[in-house]
């Protein structure tokens, strides 16, 4: 299984870009980037998630290094809102086709005023 | 969007006793549901793979007879608890797969006295 390193935690100011950075150099071919969060004592909820390409929603970018060892997730306008942890997860295919997520650490996400 | 939800949000029981907690897909059908675990300030852990209709697949180190689980329908999978003891007490969230995305419940709050 392909396995992520995040930092454990980032400070950004409201307002400015967060760039959440993720390490996956051992990811294949067929395994995509996914990004969750999750505010304290609530279950995870999806940002966004990738291949190759860089991919954007409403929520955030994420861009994808062209070896795709590492991605970085962009928050361009943090609020206080989005303090949360952060997972980088690379999604683990099962025989049956409905990949695991497995989560790691993440990063500790503190949006500060 | 979808909607996974978990019933109930938080319980507590004496140790000895068995605790059901349920999960429902709202909008969509799940055929394959998971659950996951996490204790105080530590990342989810995979417990299960439900998928409706079979038996559930455990990962390692979880027992299959303490953690009953069971998917019986598209939108609907339960988890027992069973004879519940302190070291049980954690925050259970379920997860289902709809329209090739993973959605995560609220979680629930298991407190064994």
């Known amino acids: 299984d392909a396995k992520t390193t995040q930092p454990p935690s980032m400070d950004c100011a409201e307002g400015r870009a967060a760039n959440l950075p993720c390490n996956h150099s051992?990811?294949?071919?067929?395994?995509?980037v996914y990004w969750y969060r999750q505010i304290h004592s609530q279950g995870p909820q999806y940002i966004i998630h990738g291949l190759k390409n860089n991919e954007t929603n409403e929520m955030a970018s994420l861009i994808i290094t062209e070896d795709r060892k590492s991605s970085t997730l962009i928050l361009p306008h943090a609020t206080l809102r989005d303090t949360a942890v952060y997972y980088c997860i690379v999604r683990v295919a099962t025989s049956s086709n409905t990949g695991k997520l497995i989560f790691g650490q993440g990063t500790t996400l503190q949006v500060k005023p | 969007g979808a909607v996974v939800s978990q019933h109930p949000s938080r319980v507590i029981c004496k140790s000895g006793t068995s605790v059901k907690i349920e999960c429902r897909s709202l909008?969509?059908?799940?055929?394959?549901m998971f659950w996951y675990r996490q204790f105080p300030k530590q990342s989810l852990m995979l417990m299960a793979t439900?998928?409706?209709?079979?038996?559930?697949?455990?990962e390692q180190g979880v027992e299959k007879d303490k953690f009953l689980i069971n998917h019986a329908s598209l939108t609907l999978s339960t988890l027992t608890v069973t004879s519940a003891h302190p070291e049980d007490s954690s925050f259970y969230i379920c997860s289902a797969i709809g329209r090739a995305e993973q959605f995560f419940g609220p979680g629930t709050r298991l407190t064994v006295l």
């Open positions: 909008d969509f059908q799940a055929t394959t």
């Open positions: 051992t990811i294949s071919g067929n395994e995509y």
């Open positions: 439900s998928n409706e209709g079979s038996k559930a697949t455990y």
